[in-house]
């Protein structure tokens, strides 16, 4: 890391907000933006579209090392998703997507090889980085690591409304399930499992409006 492109590490599970958050600070810092989760969907979706198996750790981990992916950012503050020249941005979100995403995200060689891919998104005058072992794995010397939590229950609620938002048809039951089901396998995983780094700050975002904990983030970053 240089000084003139410090990196801001998000990390936390599913529904913590990290996302909204990331893009926000990164806005007002204007800084660049890394979703590391949307490489593990795009893995997912490149491996499916290949026929290959998700749990075909070698297969996938090539996929991985050959993503042809274009994230385009719009001035109204949209955003699309290519991938090998495909528009993929509404599959990308996808809850599908998402489980696929957790699976691949289990095999190490998988982490390994989408690591350089992630460091490069380091470029002046700065990064936030948004994941789950962006600060304990990617960018263990980022200026920032922030642990971006909230009550599972909460973090239902706010993906349920997010889906209907979108005029999905979803239970909160079943993506209670589904976000209990995730969290497991990302903080049990061998490799790069959900936790905190030592030295990162914990936010607990439960009761806490998008702005409230925007402002918190960059009071942090104003401290640095
Ligand atoms: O943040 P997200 O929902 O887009 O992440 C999708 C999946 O990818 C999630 O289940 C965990 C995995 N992931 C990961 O293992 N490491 C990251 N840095 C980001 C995401």
């Known amino acids: 890391m240089t000084i003139t492109s410090p990196v801001i590490a998000i990390d936390g599970p599913s529904g913590s907000g990290k996302g909204t ?18 490489l593990y969907r795009l893995t997912a ?29 719009h001035e109204d503050g949209s955003e699309r998703i290519w991938l090998s020249g495909k528009d993929v941005t509404g599959e990308v979100r996808k809850e599908s997507t998402g489980a696929g995403a957790s699976t691949v995200a289990a095999h190490p060689a998988v982490r390994e090889a989408l690591l350089e891919r992630q460091r490069a998104f380091q470029r002046v005058p700065g990064l936030v980085a948004d994941g789950r072992d962006m600060g304990t794995h990617v960018f ?6 922030i642990f971006l939590t909230a009550s599972a229950e909460e973090r239902a609620k706010r993906r349920y409304k997010q889906l209907k938002d979108k005029g999905l048809d979803v ?10 089901d995730r969290d497991r396998r990302d903080s049990e995983r061998s490799v790069a499992p959900l936790k905190p780094a030592s030295d ?18 960059l009071e942090w970053v104003a401290e640095l």
């Open 45 to 73: 979706i490149a491996a499916e579209n290949r026929g290959i198996r998700l749990d075909d750790a070698a297969a996938v981990a090539e996929t991985a090392r050959g993503l042809d992916v274009r994230f385009d950012s």
């Open 171 to 180: 239970s909160l039951a079943a993506l209670s399930r589904d976000i209990d």
């Open 21 to 38: 958050i990331a893009r926000r600070v990164a806005d007002a810092l204007g800084y660049h933006l890394l979703d590391s989760g949307a």
């Open 140 to 145: 263990t010397s980022a200026a920032l690591k």
């Open 200 to 217: 990162a700050r914990i936010l607990d975002s439960s009761g806490l409006s998008i702005e409230a904990v925007t402002e918190t983030v």
